[in-house]
C-alpha cells in the first residue's frame, strides 16, 4: 500500500506522522512532481495556504494526475487547504486560483475569519463519534451537491463531507494525536485496494466502483 | 471540553497555524501593490513593513512597528495571511497589532528594540509570534515565552546569506549533539545554553526544535533560499531580496518555485535563469557592531 502525500506546501510531515502512528508499515512517498500520483493507492492533500498549492500544482503539472486518479477511484484525505483545492466552487477566492474541481461542494475560504478567529473545538465526526476538530483559517462548506454525504458539523456548519473515496475536513486531524481519521481513511484504501484486487479482470477500470 | 464550545489562541491553534506555512515564502511587503504581487507568485503569507529592512538599514534612526493603515491596506489586498513586525519587549505595538488582525507577529530585531531586558510574553497573546534565534539557546528561550515559530535572524537587508547560514547551521548541530545524552547531561547543557530544561529535553526527544523553524535574513536569489531549505529550513522569509531586485515579479516566483524543488539542481538551474539583477547587498562582514541587527536582543 503506497500513500502519496501531496508535498508542494503545507503540513505535510504531521500527515506523514498520522499515518505512521496508523500503521508503520504503510509505504507513504511525498509527492512533490509529476509521475508519482500514478504509482498511489491513496491520496492525501494537506493544509496550508490553497493559493500557493494551485500556482505550484499547474507550474509542476501533478494537477491532471489528481483529477485522474479520483476518477479511477483512488482514495483521497483532504484537509483545509486540501479541501479547498478539490472542491468545485471556491467563495472568497485569490484572483486566478484555480481548484481542481473533483468535489462536488462550494466551499467558502477563512469561513470564519483570520488567525486571531481560529479555535478549538469538538465536532462529531460520521463512523468516529466526538473529535477534536482544529479549525486554523479554516474554510467551510456552504453548498453540497447530490453525491455528496455531509459526514462532520460544527454548530449548522458543513465540516467535512465524503464523496465516493474522498474524505474532506475543514479541520486539522493531523495536528492532535488522535489517529481515528487517519485510521478510516486507511481501511478505505485497504478496502478499495481489495476490491482491484479481487476483481478477475485484468483491466483497471475507469469508473470509481462505488 | 465541551462540544461547540471554542477555544481560541491556544499553543495548538499558534504553532498550527506556523506549521501550515511549512514549505512556503513569507515575502516583505510594503504597500498593497506589493502584496498582490506576492500573492499571486504563490507567497503562503506577506510582512507588511514600512519599509524593507534594506532601507531601514540605510535610513538609520529609530524603526518602529508600521503604520496601522498601511498594514489595513494591506490585510484588505490579499487573503493570504499577513504578519507585521514590532520592537523587541514592545507589548503595546504587539496589542495594536492583535487588535488589528494580524495573523502573526514578528518581535523582530530588524526594528529598533523597545526594552533591553525583556522581550514580549507571548503566551498572553492569542495571535502567534515568530522571533529570530542565532542559536538553539535563543531560539528556546524564545519558545519558552510562547514563540509560535523561531526564524534565524542572518543579516536583514544585506542580501548576503552567510549569516543565516551561520545561524541555521549552529542550531542544527546544537540539536544534533543532544542526541544520546543523558538527562544529566541535558540539564548541563541546558544550563550552558541558559535555555529551560524541559525544552531542551523535548528538542533532543523531537532531534528538532519544538516549532517550525525558518530561515531569514539576507536571503536574495533562489540559490540562496534552496541552500537554507537544504540546511534544514522549514520554510523561507524574503525580506528587501524580492523589491530590490531589478524583477521583483520574476524573483518572487522564482524563490517560491525554488523552495519547492530545493533537492533538484536541474530545476533550480531553470528556476535561476534570467531573473535580472538579484538586490545589491552589502557584505555582513563590513557591518560594525553597532550596524549589525542580529545583536539586538537575546
Known sequence: ?210 | MKLEELRYGTELIKRGFAKMQKGGVIMDVTNPEQAEIAESAGAVAVMALHAVPADIRAAGGVARMADPQTILEIMDAVSIPVMAKVRIGHFVEAEILEALGVDMIDESEVLTPADEQFHIDKKRFKVPFVCGARDLGEALRRIDEGAAMIRTKGEAGTGDVKEAVRHMRLIQSAIRELKGKTEEELKLVARKIEAPFELVKETSELGRLPVVNFAAGGIATPADAALMMRLGADGVFVGSGIFKSEQPEKMASAIVEAVNNYENPEALAEISKGLGSPMKGIDARTLSEEEALQSRGW
Open chain 1, 1 to 210: 500500500m503506497l500513500i502519496g502525500v501531496l508535498a508542494v506546501q503545507g503540513d505535510v510531515s504531521e500527515h506523514v506522522d498520522a499515518l505512521k502512528r496508523v500503521c508503520d508499515r504503510v509505504e507513504v512517498v511525498l509527492v512533490r512532481k509529476r509521475g508519482i500520483i500514478p504509482e498511489c493507492d491513496g491520496i492525501v492533500i494537506p493544509g496550508g495556504e490553497s493559493t500557493t498549492f494551485c500556482r505550484l500544482l499547474e507550474k509542476e503539472s501533478i494537477w491532471d494526475e489528481i483529477v485522474e486518479a479520483v476518477k479511477r477511484g483512488v482514495p483521497v484525505l483532504a484537509t483545509c487547504a486540501g479541501l479547498i483545492l478539490l472542491s468545485k466552487e471556491v467563495i472568497d477566492s485569490a484572483p486566478g486560483q484555480r481548484t481542481l474541481g473533483v468535489l462536488n461542494v462550494k466551499v467558502r475560504r477563512n469561513a470564519f475569519g483570520r488567525q486571531r478567529e481560529s479555535f478549538e473545538a469538538m465536532v462529531n465526526v460520521k463512523d468516529i463519534g466526538e473529535y477534536r476538530g482544529v479549525f486554523i483559517r479554516a474554510p467551510v462548506v456552504e453548498e453540497v451537491e447530490n453525491g455528496v454525504d455531509v459526514i462532520s458539523k460544527l454548530g449548522d456548519k458543513i465540516v467535512g463531507v465524503r464523496q465516493n473515496n474522498i474524505i474532506g475536513f475543514a479541520f486539522h486531524p493531523e495536528l492532535t494525536d488522535d489517529t481515528r481519521i487517519h485510521s478510516l481513511f486507511l481501511d478505505l484504501v485497504r478496502a478499495v485496494e481489495g476490491r482491484m484486487m479481487g476483481s478477475s479482470s485484468p483491466q483497471i477500470s475507469n469508473s470509481p466502483s462505488s
